[in-house]
Each structure stands twice: as C-alpha cells, then as structure tokens.
C-alpha cells in the first residue's frame, strides 16, 4: 500500500509506456492485481492485453473495469511462469513482481505485520499457508527458509523460538508471530525495519513460491514473445533485480571473447537485446507512490533466436526450500 494513503498505484507505469512505446499489438500482464498496467497499456494503444493473475481478488476488482474495453482485454487465473501455455507470439510481457498493494491492504490475507491477521499470505487460493510452514516444517528447513528468503543472519534463533512457542501453542495470527520474532532480537533501533520484517519477507516467498515462478516466468516470457515483443520487468528487492539482470544478460549474451583469465564461450544469436539500463522511479513518483522508492525497471527486446534455458543458480536465485 501506498504509505501516501494512495492504494493500488502501478509503479514506474509511464517510464514502462515510454520506454516500450509505440505500444501495439497484443501485450500479456502476468501480475495484473488492480489492472494499472493493463489499463495504461491499452490505453496507450495495445490491440487486446490478456490481464493473468492467480489471485481470485484481482479478477473480482477487474468487473469494475474490464467491461469498458470489451474483447480488448482478456483475463486469464493463473501463474505467470505459464504464460506460453496461455499465449503466443506476443508483442510485449509486462511483470510487477512481488506482493501487491491490494494484498499487504487486506488483513484477512495476513502479509503484514502492520495489520492483525490469519497467517495466510497466499497469493492465491491453494496450497500450503504460512501457518501451516511455522507451525508444521521442521526447525532446521524453517531455518533455511528464514536465511535463503529472507536473508535473515538470525535465522536459526528465529527457527528455534518458532519451534519452542509451537509446541505450547500453534500460530495463528500475523501479530503473534511478528511478536514471537520481535521477542528474540534485539530491539530496533530509530529508522530501522520492523525485526520481523525479514522473516514475512521469507515466508511469503516460500509459501507463493516466488522465486521459482521468476525463473520459469522469465523463460516462459522468452518462449512466448515475437521477434521485436518486448519484455518489462519492475522489481522491488535486490534479489529479484539481481536474477532479472542476470537473466538478460545471459540471454542477450552472444559468447565468443575469451582470455587469458577465462576460456573463450561458443558463439551464439542473442535471444534479447538489452534497451536500456535499470530504470529507477523519478524523485515525484517516490514522492507521491512510497512504494516505488525500491524499484527498479528492465527492458529489453526479443529477437528472432531460438528460446533457450536459464536455471535457477546462474540468476544468483537461493537454492530451493521444500515447504511439505
């Protein structure tokens, strides 16, 4: 949410449109949420955007817009590392990763701390709950879960009060685990995050399994842009800035060099060409949207080569944390 009190506000969505312009043909928006990129691309000109999210309450927000495009705009429940299951030889994918306004709004969704609620955090409708993550996974894997997702230094402490509050009663709520993880670190100082800010971090990536859905959704994009489709990512922490930036580098890397230091690559056709350095929000849209403060935009092209694989070590991505 907007700490301006301005909820749902799509971030870095003119330097999107300006960067990709002109904005034609059939554009897919794998994280729709309040539909801000879908409306801004087709109103800057696209033919028809497929709107795909996997989250029931974006589809329910979208009957208050949709209707006014008609059959320019489709909207499509699902997870955006299936976009080339659900498209083709598209113009232009646009991504906004990580949780929306419209989720950490909601208390019932349970994704912040800021407001009581079941601990949920599902962006979706199925599979495993952080609950059922903190009151069920074994200390040592809630310990990965803490350090790889969230980067968290005090991850084992963390795990091993979860551990030792569960046996005396399971979690149910966001308030009683923020408190659980605020109890056992040392008290924050003026100007810094909230102690369990890193340990929502991790268990909403675990249990959304995001990390996985940028590796697939990255290679899915390249599948299903067309030569000269475009392809426009925002992200909002260094990890996934990091994984999209390798991602493309990899991609619009056509081998061959080679030195004394490093043996020489083979030569290949690049899949993307990079159009332009991350793009980070304008002093007024930081100002008017805090949310955008950590933002970050990468675009590039699609060319005419073979779609290829990327795996998820070579984007820099933490290994995989089973949550079952």
Do not use: C
């Amino acid at each position: 949410m907007s700490e301006s009190g301005t909820p749902h506000v799509p971030v870095l969505l003119t330097a999107i449109l300006e960067n990709v312009a002109p904005v034609r043909g059939v554009w897919l928006d794998g994280t729709m949420g309040a539909g801000g990129y879908t409306r801004g691309l087709l109103e800057a000109g696209a033919d028809r955007v497929i709107g795909l999210d996997r989250d029931p309450l974006a589809h329910q927000m979208a009957s208050a817009w949709a209707e006014k495009y008609g059959r320019r705009v489709e909207l499509v429940k699902d997870v955006f590392s299936n976009i080339d299951a659900v498209a083709s030889n598209l113009d232009g994918v646009v991504l906004d990763l990580g949780v929306s306004s419209m989720q950490l709004d909601q208390a019932e969704r349970g994704f912040s701390f800021m407001r009581d609620g079941p601990l949920d955090m599902r962006m979706g409708d199925d599979g495993p709950t952080a609950a059922d993550i903190v009151n069920t996974l074994p200390e040592g894997q809630l310990a990965d879960i803490l350090h790889r997702y969230g980067e968290e230094r005090a991850a084992r402490r963390i795990a091993r009060s979860i551990d030792k509050r569960r046996a005396e009663k399971p979690f149910e709520t966001t308030r009683d685990l923020a408190e659980t993880v605020a109890a056992n670190l040392p008290r924050q100082k003026p100007g810094q995050s909230h102690p369990a800010t890193r340990t929502f971090q991790a268990l909403r990536i675990a249990v959304n399994d995001e990390f996985g859905e940028l590796a697939h959704g990255l290679s899915a994009a390249e599948r299903t842009l067309a030569p000269g489709g475009m392809l426009a990512v925002v992200t909002f922490h260094s990890l996934e800035d990091r994984a999209v930036k390798r991602f493309l580098a990899d991609r619009a890397d056509a081998g061959g060099g080679g030195s004394r230091y490093a043996p020489e690559r083979a030569a290949r056709h690049p899949a993307f060409e990079i159009t332009h350095k991350a793009i980070a929000p304008s002093p007024d849209e930081v100002a008017n949207n805090p949310r955008a403060r950590s933002a970050r935009l990468r675009i590039a092209r699609r060319t005419d080569a073979p779609a290829g694989e990327v795996s998820r070590k070579a984007l820099g991505l933490p290994e995989e944390v089973s949550v079952e």
